[in-house]
């Protein structure tokens, strides 16, 4: 009786583990997909294949496309954030100049202080 017991909370265990790693396989092959379609430094042949190569050897072809192109996927990330950043500052209409004087009338005001004021300014020019 007992054994069952923990016969099934090993196989509900096991179970889950596997769910948890295919759902985790899908996220990385997803996010693989979507970088590859959204580099510009290779060309159309390039992209053929590595999607070959994904569609043949799938897990082996998203370990080694992370493997060799995990650093650009970062980057390419980092790069799409903040040209987002930029479009959504020139759609509402914030520009780095009026972020700036708002903070100088925050300061004159006394609402924020000499730290918090160079810590601010660094931001927004950073």
Partial sequence: MLANVFSS??????????????????????????DLFRRHDIGGFGKVLWIIFL???PYLGVFAYILTQGRGMGE??????????????????FSPADELKKLDELKAA?????????????????
């Avoid at 909370?9 to 997909?33: E, G, K, Q, R, Y």
């Avoid at 390419?76 to 209409?93: C, S, T, Y």
């Avoid at 006394?110 to 950073?126: M, N, P, Q, T, W």
Wanted: charged letters at 15%.
């Fill in 9 to 34: 909370i090993f196989n509900f265990a096991m179970f889950t583990f596997v769910v948890f790693i295919f759902v985790l396989w899908l996220w990385l092959l997803f996010s693989v997909i979507g």
């Fill in 55 to 57: 569609v043949l050897l």
């Fill in 76 to 93: 390419r990330q980092v790069a799409q954030m903040k040209q987002a950043q930029h479009d959504l500052r020139e759609f509402v209409g």
């Fill in 110 to 126: 006394g609402s924020i202080s000499a730290d918090e004021y160079g810590k601010l300014r660094a931001k927004v020019l950073g």
